[in-house]
């Protein structure tokens, strides 16, 4: 399948080293998505890279019935960066699953079907998150999804009230919306949205498959005051392996019905995980990327011209929106410059380098940026 669900890329890669990535010509080039913000803490990371060997010898797997320390660890380590009130971890393998199962434990907990999600949101693709995801593009040729799902604009409180009800069961929402074109969520909004919620009985899901592990500038990127009832978290969770997590409130938790995973919390992939939280809290790593998000965004204002309409952006997750087609100067920043971006949308060229940037890299960038974007 691989040939047709992929577009080539001309760009073999065989090697990465923190923000770099090498081809097989020893070409290297700086990976400023991170590999879609899968890898926070660069390529190749010591600490993480250690961890997955040393429980690899150990113990690979075994059937999550067991208790396995290193799972048990990844449970409370998570729960500690959560906000108060958040202290149940289900693990998962993806950030569609985790999406999956808060939405399954929504309707469960709650008794009632109905979801709200916003319009330009991206949620996953599997068939429940696939339904709260907003682009056609994705859903149409596997219709009918899960029905029951309201679409309100993105920052607006009052569709948000008029179309959560008595019926609803959950709200997911990103806290910058990513895939949709980076975003940020108002403080208002997402406050109206707790409230709304919380009258209605509903749950309130921040998915952080993109925002989380430090990415805004901090651990989490959902504003301090407003606590939703789950967090979804996968993308940089396990620097580069492949792991997800739903973090939830007692009163989901005790209510969330019958669900379950196979690979839930694998040792090796607890492992990774265990090894890129900590070590993204023990070396504030969020305070780091807070710092450079700001510098970035500044050199972004001072060297880019006409071709820009905008810049938006929260901590390393940057946004420029371009007035032309965002691809080909992804193409050029790739070919001509050796520096690998995303898009986000048709007109948005995205940003999610590994949060420990340093300020030569970062300056690599905005030369490269400045050439193309004049
Ligand atoms: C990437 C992404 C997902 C889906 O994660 P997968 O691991 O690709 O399933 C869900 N939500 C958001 C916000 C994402 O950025």
């Not at 250690?50 to 290193?70: H, M």
């Not at 905008?310 to 001509?336: D, F």
């Amino acid at each position: 399948m691989s040939g047709f669900v992929f577009n080539e890329k001309p760009i073999q890669i065989v090697e990465g080293d923190g923000s770099y990535l090498y081809d097989t010509d020893g070409t290297a080039y700086l990976d400023v998505g991170a590999s879609y913000a899968c890898v926070p803490l660069g390529h190749g990371h010591e600490a993480v890279q250690e961890a997955v060997r040393e429980q690899f010898s150990k113990l690979t797997y075994v059937q999550a019935s067991y208790p396995v320390e290193i799972r048990t660890e990844l449970y409370e380590r998570l729960a500690r960066t959560a906000p108060s009130g958040i202290d149940k971890v289900w693990l998962c393998n993806s950030g569609t699953e985790a999406n999956e199962a808060a939405l399954k434990f929504a309707r469960s907990a709650t008794g009632n079907s109905k979801i709200v999600a916003t319009m330009q949101g991206f949620h996953g693709r599997t068939m429940g998150a696939l339904a709260t995801t907003w682009k056609d593009k994705y859903k149409k040729p596997y219709e009918p999804l899960i029905g029951d799902v309201a679409f309100v604009p993105y920052n607006d409180g009052d569709a948000m009230a008029e179309a959560v009800d008595e019926q609803t069961a959950a709200v997911i929402v990103e806290p910058v919306q990513g895939e949709g074109g980076i975003n940020p969520a108002s403080t208002e909004f997402l406050t109206r949205t707790r409230e709304v919620t919380d009258d209605a009985g509903a749950a309130l899901i921040f998915d952080e498959v993109q925002t989380g592990m430090g990415r805004t500038g901090t651990l989490w990127a959902g504003k301090g005051q407003i606590t939703p009832d789950m967090i979804t978290s996968a993308k940089g969770l396990g620097n580069g392996m492949p792991i997800g997590a739903t973090l939830c409130r007692d009163w989901i938790a005790e209510n969330y019905g019958s669900h379950a995973s196979t690979f839930s919390g694998a040792p090796v992939i607890a492992a990774a995980a265990n090894a890129t939280v900590g070590t993204i809290v023990e070396e504030n790593v969020p305070e780091h990327a807070a710092k450079m998000g700001r510098y970035l965004r500044e050199e972004l204002e001072r060297a880019i011209g006409d071709e820009v309409r905008e810049i938006r952006s929260e901590g390393l997750m940057l946004g420029i929106e371009v007035k032309r087609g965002a691809n080909r100067y992804l193409k050029q920043l790739a070919l001509n410059h050796q520096v690998l971006a995303l898009p986000a949308g048709r007109t948005v060229v995205r940003l999610l380098p590994p949060l420990t940037i340093e300020t030569g890299e970062a300056d690599e960038l905005v030369a490269a940026l400045e050439a193309v974007l004049r």
